[in-house]
């Protein structure tokens, strides 16, 4: 069951920037879903329709699959099950203390103080902050304030998380720490829709990618049947996994005789190369 969808939706920048052109895009309950796309390519602009903070100029957005209305009392029942992770955690963070901030959401939904106060504690603890409560979030490292976003977020409880370039900017050490969080939150249900241009990180966890040029969904499918869309990769000015890429050249330039599908992760690379090796 799609648990977001969008039918034909097109988006246009009041200064005339068409940014999105007829996007159909669709999240299966319970999965990862990533769009990569290089920079401007609209795939923030895409992710604000996913929560109503964005209204389509045509087509429309189903949300567990209700049509988003845009009046208040609709916004605020999508809000609740939609929760976004902007890129910059500046745009989100702006409480003076990590405490309020994340206890911002659950309080605007009119939760008892009791409730309010376990769901914070609980949110802090899965990104590992607990003991920074008092700490203004400007003071915080790159990593630290993404991972107290992401627990604003949490503690609303949202049925799908959608978050913008999770991983930019961190170092690998934080990249790895907020991809694993996302794995584990995934595995007890939630739906993940990632935007990422990082292509080495989307064939470990994704279950479908979207890719996005120019406003426009030019390819869909599993991890391994869109990188094996090379021409369509590059075109949309991305690039192949490191791994797959190795492979492409060991295959083209050395003729050593690997079949397609290049592997795309280091755990497929090793076992296609153990085997290749395992007679000479
Ligand atoms: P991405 O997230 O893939 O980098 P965006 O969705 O931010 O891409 O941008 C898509 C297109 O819309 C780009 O051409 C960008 O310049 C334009 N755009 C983004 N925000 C605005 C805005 N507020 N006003 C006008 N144009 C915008």
């Known amino acids: 069951m799609n648990i977001i969808e969008t039918n034909n939706i097109t988006y246009r920048y009041p200064d005339g920037t068409e940014a999105l052109k007829t ?38 957005v189903l949300v567990d699959r209700e049509e988003i209305k845009y009046n208040k009392k609709d916004l605020m029942r999508v809000r609740q099950k939609v929760g976004i992770v902007f890129q910059n955690p500046d745009d989100q963070l702006f409480a003076p203390t990590v405490l309020e901030d994340v206890a911002f959401g659950p309080m605007n939904l009119g939760l008892s103080k009791e409730e309010v106060e376990m769901r914070v504690k609980e949110a802090l603890e899965r990104v590992g902050m607990e003991g920074f409560e008092k700490k203004p979030p400007h003071h915080l490292s790159g990593g630290q304030k993404k991972r107290v976003a992401i627990a604003g977020i949490l503690a609303m409880k949202p049925k799908i998380m959608v978050l913008d370039e999770p991983t930019s900017g961190l170092d690998p050490k934080g990249a790895s720490q907020i991809l694993k969080l996302l794995y584990n939150l995934n595995k007890e249900g939630m739906t993940i829709i990632i935007s990422t241009h990082d292509v080495d990180l989307v064939p470990l966890y994704a279950y479908k990618v979207y890719i996005i040029s120019e406003g426009e969904i030019i390819k869909e499918g599993n991890p391994q049947e869109v990188f094996e869309d090379v021409k369509t990769i590059r075109d949309a000015n991305l690039r192949l996994p490191r791994i797959a890429h190795l492979m492409e050249i060991l295959q ?4 050593l005789p690997f079949d397609r599908p290049y592997p795309l992760t280091i755990g497929e690379a090793r076992r296609k190369l153990k085997d290749h090796f395992k007679d000479v």
């Open 252 to 255: 083209k330039e050395d003729e």
């Open 23 to 60: 996007v159909n895009f669709e999240a299966e309950e319970g999965k990862i879903v990533a769009l990569l796309g290089p920079n401007g390519a609209g795939k923030s602009t895409l992710f604000l329709h996913f929560n109503g903070i964005l209204r389509p100029y045509s087509g429309n």
